[in-house]
């Protein structure tokens, strides 16, 4: 959010915005005057989002269904982009930060986050990991659309780059995930991710106890005394300017 430094007035949009966290951030910002526009390709998200948004009291924000590969916003109406963790899922990134382009006005600012390296982030490569060791599911491909496609950061750069962004800047940011328990945290892996659930749910039941105590070994040194877990992440944060 710093990175697009919203002001009052400010009309920011924020794609693949899920139920709105993150861009509810710049409401309180960008009043009076501005407007939010929190989108997602997924109806269901945008009625979480809506909830949420009523909860909170926030009223200076628009609802839409947007695919970030084809924005229907009118050239140069923004002052900031903002994208979670959406950008590297995207079949065409280069085509939805174009896009991006497209619609902020001269100066205005995108800011994206993207996961780094799998191996900075074993809460939630360690499945993978040990479902190829065993030969369960393929070596995922880091080039094709996953959570992990932008662990490049050149290949950030070379995309923004490529889409007319100048002023680009690229930082890395640590995260510690924390839960009660290794439990807790497999539980809300198998939510999170409907192929890590589909692919353990194709295990035998003797495969999927192997399982659990490989990654029970693998995540042994961040779990404490008491049993609870910290697990580290790490992510890009980039901003640019059109």
């Given at each position: 959010?710093?990175a697009?430094a919203p002001?009052?007035?400010h009309?920011v949009l924020e794609?693949?915005a899920?139920p709105?966290d993150?861009?509810f951030?710049?409401?309180e910002?960008?009043?009076p005057?501005?407007?939010l526009i929190?989108?997602?390709?997924v109806?269901e998200?945008?009625e979480q989002?809506?909830a949420?948004?009523?909860?909170?009291?926030?009223s200076?924000?628009?609802?839409?269904?947007?695919?970030?590969?084809?924005?229907d916003?009118?050239?140069a109406?923004?002052?900031?982009?903002?994208a979670?963790?959406?950008?590297?899922?995207?079949?065409?990134?280069?085509?939805?930060?174009?896009?991006?382009r497209?619609?902020?006005r001269?100066?205005?600012?995108?800011?994206?986050?993207?996961w780094?390296?799998?191996?900075?982030?074993?809460?939630?490569?360690?499945?993978?990991?040990?479902?190829?060791?065993i030969?369960?599911?393929?070596?995922?491909?880091?080039?094709?659309?996953?959570?992990?496609?932008?662990?490049?950061?050149?290949r950030?750069r070379?995309?923004?780059e490529?889409?007319?962004f100048?002023?680009?800047?690229?930082?890395?940011?640590p995260i510690?995930?924390r839960?009660?328990?290794?439990d807790?945290?497999?539980?809300?892996?198998?939510?999170?991710?409907?192929?890590?659930?589909l692919?353990?749910g194709?295990?035998t039941p003797?495969?999927r106890?192997?399982?659990?105590?490989?990654?029970d070994a693998?995540l042994a040194?961040?779990?404490a005394?008491?049993?609870?877990?910290?697990l580290?992440?790490?992510t890009h944060v980039?901003?640019?300017?059109?």
């Open positions: 959010m710093d697009i002001q009052p007035g009309c794609l693949a899920g709105g993150t861009g951030l710049a409401a910002l960008i009043a005057g501005g407007t929190s989108s997602d390709v109806e998200m945008l989002a809506r949420r948004a009523d909860e909170l009291g926030i200076n924000v628009e609802f839409r269904t947007i695919d970030a590969e084809w924005i916003l009118p050239i109406s923004l002052d900031g982009v903002i979670r963790w959406g950008y590297m899922l995207l079949a065409d990134p280069a085509a939805a930060l174009a896009e991006t497209r619609v902020l001269p100066g205005g600012r995108v800011a994206l986050a993207a780094t390296h799998p191996e900075d982030n074993p809460w939630a490569s360690a499945p993978t990991a040990e479902l190829v060791a030969g369960a599911v393929q070596q995922p491909d880091l080039d094709e659309p996953n959570m992990f496609a932008f662990h490049d950061p050149q950030i070379d995309l923004l490529g889409a007319g100048s002023e680009i800047a690229i930082e890395q940011i510690v995930f839960y009660p328990s290794l807790d945290w497999w539980d809300t892996q198998l939510d999170l991710s409907t192929s890590l659930a692919a353990v194709a295990l003797a495969q106890d192997d399982l659990r105590d490989a990654m693998r040194r961040y779990v005394d008491d049993g609870s877990a910290a580290p992440g790490r980039t901003a640019a300017s059109a």
